[in-house]
């Protein structure tokens, strides 16, 4: 890091140029100079959805898509999540007393036997960001905890991750186990993690396969979208 | 092609094996085509069980961080040697290809192990799908001795120590797989588990399915 940057009083800069700055911030994973940004915005009376989706979201997209393009690696990416995450920490509770919009319930989990946390967690961050309300089920998660869940909570889609091998099988048996109790068509099932493809997640009966946390966003919104014009 | 007894120590190191490979070694017939991290381990099995028709080829093991280009790394050096050997075996287990190596390797009739990665096949797949410990890290001779290249720097933790708690923070245990008695090995893996705050435990393997799989090879 420069001295210049070392410097940087962030309250100095107009709103534009600290949204910026945010975005680079959040790149490098500098926690505690993205949460006093927040506040910055937030005594400037910027709306938490405003500040959540025009710097956080939007300097997360960027982060994304450099890990997906091999220009950022898996530690990059986590620290830039624990960055975001504490910004996404002061605006949380403010965004619900402000009715930011609801796009919908999300219950995800990584799947029994695996216990790989760094994707989904970043899938579930980015789905909350955009206005999906997530209950997170960690990880070595059973079928029975994932379909309780949904049913509990009411919930519109069911998420689940794996990494390994030998986990990604146990999606099938979700789908199946959701399929038996006559529930597979209430949710929406959507799937991933680096090993699977599209190809798998036809194979199982998925929603959709979404390559990267961005695309489980977009996925999501447009899944819950044709869902409701269904009905 | 080198014969086995002629290798050099160079070759063998684990640096070599993890950024480049290792070149054809041996005079059989049989073309192993391997992960550099069980180089020694395939060499090891041929010379105990004096497996002559086997020849040895590694890829760069760094490929394992990068899953998804072992395929078609794998299928250029099947292409590559194909015309010279009567029988190509692919000694990979899946890697994290998500089935994509085992689709590969019928596609070009060779044979690949059966399992999901090289734990899994020390450990011997029959053992190993039924232990039930998920929240288990594996380390095997050859990751005990680059545990720093392959674990702790692509994590990035040299640079962000903070950050073991989220990668680690939901293992309990580190099992180091041995493929071989050494005692500065096990003290190696031992102190990997001290780094990552887990509790630690020996299990001795031997070469465990990749033995029987070259060994196997000889039938055919
Ligand atoms: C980091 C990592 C670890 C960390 C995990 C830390 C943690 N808290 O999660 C540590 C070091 C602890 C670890 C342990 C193990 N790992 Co690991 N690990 C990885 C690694 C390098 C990166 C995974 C990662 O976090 N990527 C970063 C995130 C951001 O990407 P992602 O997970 O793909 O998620 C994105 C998308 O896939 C998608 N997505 C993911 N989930 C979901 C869910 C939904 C609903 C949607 C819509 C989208 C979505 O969006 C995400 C964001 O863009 C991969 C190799 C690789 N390159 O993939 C190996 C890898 C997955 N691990 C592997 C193995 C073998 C293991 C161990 C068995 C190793 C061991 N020595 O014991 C243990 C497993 C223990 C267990 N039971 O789970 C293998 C799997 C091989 C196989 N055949 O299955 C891999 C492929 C490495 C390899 N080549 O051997 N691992």
Not at chain 1, 57 to 62: K, L, R
Not at chain 2, 123 to 142: H, I, K, Q
């Amino acid at each position: 890091m420069s001295d210049e940057e070392d410097d940087l009083i962030l309250s100095e800069l107009n709103d534009e140029e600290l949204t910026e700055q945010m975005m680079d911030d959040l790149y490098d994973g500098l926690k505690e100079e993205i949460e006093e940004a927040v506040q910055i915005l937030l005594d400037r009376n910027w709306t938490p959805y405003d500040i959540l989706t025009k710097s956080l979201v939007a300097g997360m997209q960027i982060v994304g898509d450099d890990f997906r393009d091999g220009i950022l690696f898996v530690p990059e990416v986590l620290r830039a999540a624990q960055a975001m995450k504490g910004g996404m920490a002061i605006l949380k509770p403010l965004l619900v007393e402000t009715g930011a919009p609801k796009m919908g319930k999300m219950v995800i989990g990584t799947v029994k036997g695996d216990i790989h946390d760094i994707g989904k967690n970043l899938v579930a961050m980015m789905m909350e960001g955009a206005g999906f309300e997530i209950i997170d089920l960690g990880i070595n998660t059973e079928a029975e905890n994932y379909i309780g869940t949904a049913e509990r909570e009411g919930a519109d889609i069911i998420g689940m991750s794996a990494l390994l091998t030998t986990t990604m099988p146990y999606m099938k048996t979700v789908i199946e186990s959701l399929s038996e109790q006559g529930l597979r068509d209430k949710y929406i099932v959507l799937c991933g993690g680096a090993p699977l493809n599209e190809e798998f997640g036809n194979a199982i009966g998925a929603d959709a396969y979404c390559d990267d946390a961005a695309i489980a966003v977009e996925t999501a919104k447009k899944l819950v979208a044709a869902r409701h014009n269904q009905v | 092609m080198k014969p086995i007894d002629t290798i050099s120590d160079e070759a063998l190191r684990d640096e070599n094996l993890r950024d480049q490979g290792l070149g054809e070694t041996g005079t059989g017939k049989t073309l192993v085509i391997a992960c550099g991290a069980l180089a020694r381990e395939v060499l090891a099995v041929i010379e105990m069980n004096a497996l002559e028709h086997l020849t040895l080829t590694c890829l760069p093991a760094i490929l394992h961080n990068e899953p998804t280009k072992i395929p078609a790394a794998v299928e250029r050096a099947v292409t590559e040697h194909r015309a010279d050997y009567d029988q190509i075996l692919v000694a990979y287990g899946d890697c994290g290809t998500g089935g994509q190596l085992q689709t590969l390797c019928d596609r070009l009739g060779v044979t690949m192990i059966d399992a999901p990665h090289c734990y899994a096949f020390f450990d011997g797949m029959e053992v190993f799908t039924t232990r039930d410990e998920p929240t288990t890290f594996y380390l095997t001779d050859f990751l005990a001795r680059q545990f720093d290249t392959f674990v702790w720097k692509p994590l990035g933790l040299d640079r962000y120590p903070d950050l073991l708690p989220m990668y680690f923070g939901n293992y309990e245990k580190l099992v180091y797989l041995a493929q071989t008695e050494d005692e500065g090995l096990t003290d190696v893996a031992r102190e990997a588990a001290e780094r990552l705050r887990l509790r630690f435990e020996r299990r001795f393997t031997g070469y465990g399915d990749l033995g029987r799989f070259l060994v196997d090879s000889q039938r055919d």
